[in-house]
């Protein structure tokens, strides 16, 4: 199997689908000539051309309602935004319209919008550039919310998400676009909603989604050390979520820990949380505990910024809580 | 404009707070009685070392009232309720058993001369502290305090575990039990109510329970337990496994026979289905024994070594002095004396009555290092006018040191008897505080181990601690040059530089060694 990038496996995801099936564009700013800001769009616009991959405005609020028109009337657009702090322009057009408009319809206008872009802190970007803004738009029912953290993953769900009927808030990571992993070639779909067990261990579940799974592999790697085997569960989904998994592994460990980088009040993670305390009350060992961002606004200060966010120590320190070592 | 508005809105905020903060103490107008709590696990009896509220402050839950000091460390007591502390019962320095009332905490100007007879009345009232006895803590602690668990708040804990024997006499509060060790208890029989829990709080978690099956395992036909006895865990096979840390068959058969009293089975138990975790921890009681990697959760007396070995070896500045004793003429001496008393003296008893008359000739070695207090910063040395002289004993995992109170006054048979007492009291866990405070020198005692010399770390407060190696016949060179085998016993004297000086130490030492070598000395026989 061959081993690209996240950004690659982005690439080849829209590729396929715009391929397969003409209904589907790409458009944001610099998608087209330059090739995207992180390089995901290159080569789309020399293979389908400026009717299919368009360069848009400064505007996030208008092109992000372009492509909810455009879901409304049949096509299957695929909104960039050069990140999710941009995004945060156009929450009306989201929260508002692409969240309401199957539900207040009843059912008569489907909205196959994906809206795509990077998530979540990077380094040295200071406070209005670094942040998770996941529970944003878990909040928010009518929308699907997914946040791959495996090149295969990101092929796979980006694929699904374009296939769905639903609008998708489809968030990748700065720092992952680099990252790479064995990807199926071709035909390779992941579905929504279904949750990952990417590491099998008895004696705690860590639950985590996006960039921070890199920090829980390190941290089972260290506890491997101290006789702990961890499970890791990558939700992949953010909502729907995908609970089943999540209970199932918690009744076998007993103990649980939630790594979410955003901050804590009211996030995906503490959501999660919550959920395990109230569903598997009487297979818990201890309180879930959860490893999340400070509750600050993203210090630019290098040491500082790194200390704000989950880290593989900090897992570990939770892992120890939750199993009284 | 905006900026504004969210100044308003912050002000509107911090007003209601502030009413909030206000109100909350007024509503609470009933008062309670604020028992001790058991803050060790074998703690029967605490000295409150200081109040950290005086009567009449405000204190809300959670806050320091007082420092506590058990049988392993002083620890702190949160206050359990919020309101007004309106009468200290045990006051500095005063003891008192675990569920004795040591306060009353209620609302402004309340009336509480019924509550304090109710104290007085109590049979576990404040009478019962000067005799050490453990009070019957349950009926105060459950009754009057339901809400009141302030270091290990569980209010879940009071629904009990489904097991129907009731909780342990000594304790006043149901531990907190992890949802998970509630369940596998359930499934396993074990009665939750009998462990002693590991985690924070003394909260009973899964490992608990586990070790509790794995230990009660073999009890299920227990050896030496009549066939038809034997017959009957098959009935309640729960019951059967249920963990009796002492003379377990009578005791699980105790249980078993409540159990099938006293629950029809409500719940089957399902001992053929054991969780994952307790079949490993059956299977590996029987294996052979092999090194496993552990985890092993800090006990209060291992956090109590740590604390004050630590703080020892970093404030004193140790040295060492050693010294070889020809014991000879003592063990002839001792024999001819346990012969004539028709028992045998320890050697211990011995080396505190010799030690204590080294003491009283150079003094300056039976002293502490004293901050001085009211905060001038200065510093002083304390030559105790007393040698109270404790020994090092070890336990199954830990140390403690009884002190033997002034052993210069004392004859060799006090001195012996008292040790005796102390040592099995040590080992069964029952030392009281004041057995333990303030001594003046250390003994430690490895030559029954096969040591013949080591360095200790002095134990605070002393200035100096004494380690005590092996009797070894040894070849020694005479004072006329002849080789002979002598008896000898090395002693390592570890000092305080701060206190004792190196001149002065040897002095004591070389005091030391001339009476353990000439036995014959006044001391001794005079007082005997």
Not at chain 1, 144 to 151: E, F, G, H, I, L
Request: proline fraction near 8%; glycine fraction near 8%; aromatic fraction near 4%.
């Amino acid at each position: 199997m061959p081993v690209i990038t996240y950004r690659e496996a982005l690439r080849q995801a829209i590729d396929e689908e715009m391929e397969r099936d003409d209904r589907v564009f790409l458009m944001g700013e610099e998608v087209a000539e330059y090739e995207g800001a992180y390089k995901v769009s290159q080569g789309l616009l020399g293979k389908y051309g400026p009717q299919r991959v368009i360069d848009t405005p400064i505007t996030e609020e208008s092109f992000t309602g372009v492509g909810i028109g455009a879901a409304m009337l049949g096509l299957r657009p695929v909104v960039e935004w050069m990140t999710v702090n941009f995004g945060l322009q156009a929450m009306d057009q989201i929260i508002n319209n692409a969240a309401k408009l199957r539900y207040m319809s009843g059912g008569q206008i489907t909205l196959p919008l994906v809206v795509r872009g990077p998530n979540g802190p990077a380094e040295w970007l200071a406070a209005q550039h670094s942040q998770a803004l996941q529970a944003l738009f878990a909040h928010v029912p009518g929308l699907k919310v997914v946040a791959p953290a495996t090149p295969a993953d990101a092929k796979g769900l980006l694929k699904s998400a374009i296939r769905d009927d639903n609008p998708v808030i489809f968030l990748e990571g700065e720092l992952m676009y680099a990252w790479r992993g064995e990807v199926p070639q071709g035909e390779w779909l992941v579905p929504l909603g279904k949750a990952d067990v990417k590491r099998a261990g008895g004696d705690v579940t860590i639950i985590t989604f996006g960039r921070p799974l890199r920090a829980a592999h390190e941290a089972a790697e260290q506890l491997v050390r101290q006789g702990v085997e961890a499970e890791i569960i990558d939700l992949r989904t953010l909502r729907p979520l995908d609970e089943a998994t999540l209970y199932a592994s918690v009744a076998r460990t007993n103990r649980c820990v939630v790594v979410d980088e955003a901050w804590p009040l009211a996030s995906v993670g503490s959501h999660v949380a919550w959920l395990v305390a109230r569903n598997c009350f009487d297979d818990l060992d201890a309180p879930v505990e959860l490893v999340s961002g400070d509750d600050i606004p993203m210090p630019y200060n290098h040491a500082l910024e790194l200390a704000a966010q989950p880290s593989a120590q900090k897992v570990v320190e939770a892992v120890k809580k939750v199993m009284y070592l | 404009m905006a900026a504004f508005g969210i100044w308003c809105l912050g002000f509107v905020w911090d007003l209601e707070f502030g009413i909030w903060d206000f109100a909350f103490p007024e509503e609470r107008t009933v008062a309670e009685l604020i028992p001790m709590l058991a803050l060790s696990p074998t703690m029967e009896v605490a000295t409150i070392i200081k109040w950290n509220k005086a009567e009449g402050d405000t204190v809300t839950a959670g806050e320091l009232l007082c420092e506590v000091e058990t049988d392993k460390a002083i620890m702190e007591y949160e206050a359990p309720v919020e309101g007004k502390l309106l009468k200290i019962l045990v006051g500095d320095g005063q003891s008192c058993g675990v569920g004795e009332p040591i306060a009353v905490i209620g609302g402004e100007d309340e009336d509480i001369t019924a509550l304090l007879a109710q104290a007085q009345a109590k049979p576990t009232g404040a009478a019962a502290a000067t005799t050490g006895k453990p009070a019957a803590a349950p009926p105060l602690a459950a009754e009057q305090q339901p809400q009141a668990a302030p270091l290990v708040a569980a209010p879940q804990a009071a629904a009990a575990p489904s097991a129907p024997i009731p909780p342990p006499a000594e304790t006043g509060r149901r531990a907190p039990v992890s949802p998970v060790a509630r369940r596998l208890a359930e499934q396993a029989g074990v009665d939750i109510g009998a462990l002693r829990g590991s985690g924070p709080g003394g909260r009973v978690v899964k490992r608990d329970v586990e070790e509790a099956a794995g230990r009660g395992a073999p009890l299920a036909v227990p050896a030496g337990v009549p066939p038809s006895a034997a017959a009957a865990p098959a009935a309640a096979p729960a019951a059967a496994v249920a963990p009796s840390p002492q003379a377990a068959p009578p005791a699980a058969l105790v249980a078993a026979a409540r159990a099938s009293a006293a629950a029809p089975a409500p719940a089957a138990p399902a001992p053929t289905a054991p969780a994952p975790g307790l079949a490993a921890q059956v299977a590996a009681a029987g294996a052979p024994a092999e090194m496993t990697e552990q985890v092993i959760p800090i006990s209060p007396m291992r956090r109590a070594i740590a604390e004050r070995m630590t703080q020892s070896k970093a404030a004193a500045p140790h040295y060492y002095l050693v010294i070889a004793v020809r014991m000879d003429a003592l063990l002839e001496a001792r024999q001819r004396l346990n012969e004539s008393l028709g028992r045998k003296i320890s050697l211990n008893a011995f080396l505190l009555k010799f030690v204590a008359e080294a003491l009283a000739r150079v003094p300056r070695v039976n002293a502490t290092w004293e901050a001085g207090g009211g905060g001038g910063g200065y510093q002083t040395i304390r030559q105790h006018g007393r040698a109270d002289i404790a020994l090092a004993v070890a336990l199954n995992d830990g140390l403690i040191a009884p002190i033997v109170r002034d052993c210069s006054r004392k004859g060799l048979l006090a001195i012996d008897g008292e040790l005796a007492g102390l040592i099995a009291r040590a080992q069964a866990g029952q030392l009281r505080g004041e057995e333990i405070e303030n001594a003046t020198f250390t003994l430690s005692n490895l030559g029954n181990m096969g040591i013949d010399q080591f360095t200790s770390i002095i134990n605070p407060p002393c200035a100096a601690t004494l380690a005590v190696g092996r009797i070894a016949r040894t070849p020694v060179i005479d004072e006329d040059g002849e080789l002979a085998v002598h008896s000898v016993m090395k002693l390592t004297l570890s000092c305080d530089h701060r206190v004792i000086d190196g001149a002065v130490g040897a002095k004591f030492l070389s005091e030391l060694k001339a009476l353990l070598e000439n036995p014959v000395q006044p001391a001794l026989v005079v007082q005997l």
